[in-house]
């Protein structure tokens, strides 16, 4: 991706101003990958290493398609089940949260955000000495 410079403001002859931009920035799509992985793995609550995001970039949007496991409460936590926002509500919420947080770290429009979930994870069971 390619993204330009802020301009710089000149006076221009006749008493106008001119905005002129110098040079361009590179970004890798590696790049936006991996920040959208990560911001992915925080907003659902797993490990990074369990999200995969696959990024279209054009040049005046992106497009976010993340793939990842969704926590849920251990079957037998009762109280956990019963409190648990519903799958697709926490999901909802989860692709809204994203949008916005990838539309500031990038710096451009991000016009979708698709979240697949691809099964369930539950908290790992802490052993007691």
Same mark, same amino acid.
């Given at each position: ?22 040079? !361009?920035? $590179?970004?890798?799509d590696? /790049? ?7 911001? %992915? #793995?925080?907003? +659902?609550?797993? =490990? ?25 409460? !251990?079957? $037998?936590?009762?109280?956990? /089940? ?7 509500? %926490? #999901?909802?919420? +989860?692709?809204? =949260? ?20 691809a ?11």
């Amino acid at each position: 991706m390619t993204t330009a410079l802020p301009g710089v403001a000149t006076a221009a002859p006749g008493g106008g101003v001119s905005v002129q931009t110098h040079g !361009r920035v $590179d970004v890798a799509d590696r /790049v936006f990958r991996k920040a959208a992985e990560q911001a %992915a #793995a925080e907003a +659902i609550g797993v =490990d990074r290493a369990d999200v995969s995001v696959d990024i279209a970039a054009s040049r005046d949007t992106v497009v976010v398609r993340v793939q990842a496991p969704f926590p849920v409460p !251990r079957l $037998d936590d009762t109280e956990a /089940v019963r409190a648990a926002t519903p799958v697709l509500e %926490a #999901a909802r919420g +989860i692709q809204h =949260d994203l949008h916005d947080r990838l539309t500031r770290l990038f710096g451009r429009k991000v016009s979708r955000v698709d979240l697949t979930i691809a099964g369930a994870t539950t908290p790992k069971r802490r052993r007691v000495r």
